[in-house]
């Protein structure tokens, strides 16, 4: 069996043949990809099913929703790759050209990042998405998911690997490592791995950033908030505050505190509290939401700031829109927050003001996410404030290279001589 850093040479190698791999060749593989997995889904499902069983006493409610897989999460799967086929190749796109002088042209184009090392917990649908997305952007990964969907990712990993050589991507192009040790290990190689992307815990994604050398994408935590200010439409307001909070809370973009408005919080707080206690809800509030509730638990300082991924749910009210702005960059991840307001310049002042990743006006935090944002599938969501910010696509897949086309030129001949930096409309070819 191969070690880790030879898993990592194997993947540094087939990304320089990948990054020269045409789009056609790619998306080829990825039709591939989706034909075999759907072809094969009751094996998927079987594996699964066998994970499930292993793990069921062994991890928490929310991480064995994200483990589970069915046959409409497989169809998901599929269809998340042949949206990626969809999507335009982002490699060797010129997003600059100027002639600095005479038969001297400067071009930037993007680029393949080279290897990206994927580490992540409990989802095993995240084998397919990021394969398929570091495939298309012509990037070699090297995978690590949770031993809790251990025979889940080996058959995902397996069946993607097959079909993508035989349609003839570079062989070791996509690695699976899978114990402890190998990621400990990852974490040393930045030699070979160019970036990581951790999804998990708050704890996991900290332990990775505080453990390597390699460049980071990924967010700690998913602490989501929606605001219902005063002049909200009622019936949009239960709708989304319901929505965010119950439509699945196991994920980073469900709603964990609800901000509302002190001028209705006796019209509002009853309804959307009637709507959540039949959906299972358990609430912890504020000094006036316990009052107006009754049958809450008191919060206390640290809830605010704490994500549950589960039927539990945050209430604060607030003293109009700069409180509830001053809340979320206080007590918020800069993930996904949102405002429930008619209010065209409370809205507005509220989007100008969060420093969050996403900001929804009148939606859920629940579209913040790759595939509802319409890039194919997303790598991660990323808090960070370079290179990519909140959901991630292909475009957080590539960087540049600058290339200089000359005629002989040296820049002994510019020491009087200025450049005339004309613009180009033609393409890098």
């Given at each position: 069996m191969a070690t880790t850093i030879e898993k990592a040479r194997q993947a540094r190698g087939a990304?320089?043949?990948?990054a020269k791999t045409s789009a056609d060749e790619k998306d080829r593989a990825l039709l591939a990809l989706a034909k075999v997995l759907w072809d094969r889904k009751g094996e998927i499902l079987e594996a699964n099913a066998r994970d499930c069983e292993e793990s069921k006493d062994?991890?928490?409610?929310?991480?064995?929703?994200?483990?589970?897989?069915?046959?409409?999460?497989?169809?998901?799967?599929?269809?998340?790759?042949?949206?990626?086929?969809?999507?335009k190749d982002p490699v060797g796109e010129t997003t600059y050209a100027i002639e600095l002088d005479i038969d001297l042209e400067l071009y930037k184009i993007t680029v393949p990042i080279g290897v990206i090392g994927a580490i992540f917990e409990s989802r095993p649908n995240v084998v397919v998405d990021v394969g398929a997305l570091c495939l298309k952007s012509g990037n070699a990964v090297m995978m690590?998911?949770?031993?809790?969907?251990?025979?889940?990712?080996?058959m995902l990993y397996g069946l993607m690997k097959a079909a993508t050589e035989e349609s003839g991507m570079p062989e070791g192009w996509i690695q699976l490592v899978e114990s402890r040790e190998e990621v400990t290990e990852m974490l040393e190689l930045d030699e070979y791995i160019s970036l990581l992307v951790p999804r998990g815990s708050n704890e996991f994604v900290k332990y990775i950033k505080e453990n390597t050398r390699i460049p980071v994408l990924g967010h700690a935590s998913g602490v989501c908030h929606v605001y219902v200010d005063g002049e909200a439409d009622m019936e949009k307001a239960l709708r989304i505050a319901y929505d965010a909070k119950c439509q699945y809370p196991a994920v980073c973009n469900a709603m964990e505190t609800l901000l509302v408005d002190e001028r209705i919080v006796g019209e509002f707080l009853p309804r959307i509290w009637e709507e959540y206690r039949k959906a299972g809800v358990t609430a912890k509030g504020d000094e006036k939401a316990c009052k107006v509730l009754g049958d809450i638990q008191k919060a206390c300082?640290?809830?605010?700031?704490?994500?549950?991924?589960?039927?539990?749910?945050?209430?604060?009210?607030?003293?109009g829109v700069d409180e509830a702005i001053e809340n979320i960059n206080r007590y918020g991840s800069a993930h996904t927050d949102a405002i429930v307001t008619?209010?065209?310049?409370?809205?507005?002042?509220?989007?100008?003001?969060?420093?969050?990743?996403?900001?929804?006006?009148?939606?859920?935090?629940?579209?913040?996410?790759?595939?509802?944002?319409?890039?194919?599938?997303?790598?991660?969501?990323?808090?960070?404030?370079?290179?990519?910010?909140?959901?991630?696509g292909m475009e957080g897949l590539v960087i540049h290279k600058w290339i200089l086309k000359g005629d002989g030129h040296i820049v002994e001949d510019y020491r009087k001589k200025k450049f005339t930096h004309r613009k180009l409309k033609k393409r890098w070819e």
């Open positions: 990304s320089l043949e990948l062994e991890i928490g409610e929310a991480l064995y929703k994200r483990l589970q897989l069915n046959e409409e999460k497989v169809e998901a799967m599929v269809e998340g790759v042949k949206s990626v086929v969809k999507l690590k998911g949770g031993s809790e969907a251990r025979h889940t990712n080996r300082d640290i809830d605010w700031s704490t994500e549950y991924n589960d039927l539990v749910v945050n209430v604060r009210t607030v003293n008619e209010d065209e310049y409370t809205a507005r002042k509220f989007i100008d003001s969060v420093d969050s990743s996403s900001v929804m006006w009148n939606a859920s935090t629940r579209f913040s996410d790759g595939y509802r944002y319409g890039l194919g599938a997303e790598i991660g969501i990323s808090t960070n404030k370079i290179h990519a910010r909140g959901p991630v």
